[in-house]
């Protein structure tokens, strides 16, 4: 199993598990709930008996501060009406704030009448109203609504899921960050040991090759020159690496001559049944940075040429968009193709469809792209068994020098 799909199933993992813990505290917080609920409701059923006896022994002292003690205890939001729904005749455990109400002497000090409608409309809302009768046979109507504390406790598991999400978040982009810049630093300090090391031998080959020449008389030997291709490559490779970790230098370059270039050195070093065509705009100019521009035309060659199992062709087609100055390079082959499931996959780290591959080209290539050319990369469109397109999107470059080193 590769790295990639090992990070998956791990991140799989996680994901199940935090369902898991979040469903788990939801249906227990709704338990409680449901539970200071059903107290609730036995505390109002109490509140109903007491009015009803307090009508029926209001003069009875014996029964009366028992009476006060128990409605005085219950804290519910409760309003009582008139049996036509409109006139609150007494009420409890409102704000007092908006209820200063004296409903014997009748004055209105901080009375709010807005603020009673609003409470009496949530109370129909949340409780159907509860009847009692005086003895007189006048009906009167009970109406309550839930608790602060039970409003609180239903809203409670979600608030939690919420913190521990943003926690979660906030831990994993810290520590993503600083694994991240850690393995920036390693794999900087990787690159630039192995410039240094890939130094000399370069050196020594460049050497035996003009001894070879001058020796055998072979300055127009073919196969020297190639030889004298591949050590010029190891250098740009080498030059690569040792610039990894600091900011590379764009410049003004005939896109059209930078890819033809490129694609002159590889199909030499590529199976002879794999066509390659360059099309499009031949002066199309773009701010490139060459030899990292090469490794990324080199990445998606080498995926496309992967890709076509016996002969086919690979076809490099570029365009201009005026209207958003922007150059467009569409790389095309008749491989296998890619499903649309994994058209963001193949530019993570660590994905590959090949038994040793590292599964770190077009992650490489997307990086070159976005970071030092503020570009875009994409695949454009794929089709299993017919091929795949990407595409490169970068900035034009409208105006320029002639004297550019194009």
Known sequence: MNPYEKKRRWKF????????????SVFYSDFFVKKVEREEQLKLQLYVK????????YDDDRYTSLIELIRANTKL???????SKMEILSFLGLDSTKTNYDLEKKVNVTYDPAYFARELRKMKEQHSPTPITGLDGTRW??????????????????????VIALFLLTAYVAFSSARKAEQD?????????????????????????????????????PLIAEMENDIKRLEVITDRFSKIGSKPIVE??????????FVEYFKLRTSDKIIFTISGDEQVRALLNVPLFDWVIENLLKNAANAIENEGTITINIIE?????EVLIDVTDTGKGI?????????????????????????LTKRIIENYHSGQIFVKESELGKGTTFRIVLKSSITYEPTSNA
């Open 13 to 24: 993992f996680l994901l199940f598990f935090a369902i898991i813990i979040g469903t788990a």
């Open 50 to 57: 007491v009015t009803e006896q307090s009508l029926i022994m």
């Open 77 to 83: 939001p409760i309003i009582i009406t008139d049996s």
């Open 141 to 162: 109507w009970i109406f309550y609504k839930d608790s602060t504390t039970l409003t609180q406790l239903r809203y409670f598991p979600y608030i939690q899921l919420a």
């Open 185 to 221: 630093q390693v794999w900087v300090g990787m690159a630039k040991e192995t410039a240094h090391q890939l130094g000399t031998p370069i050196s020594s080959l460049m050497a035996w090759v003009e001894l070879m020449k001058s020796r055998f008389d072979a300055e127009d030997d």
């Open 252 to 261: 003004d370059h005939v896109v059209y001559t930078v890819i033809y270039n």
């Open 321 to 325: 968009n005026l209207a958003k100055e």
């Open 339 to 363: 499903a649309r499931s994994k058209f963001d996959a193949v530019f993570q780290p660590g994905y590959t469809t090949r038994k040793r591959g590292w599964g770190l080209g077009l992650s």
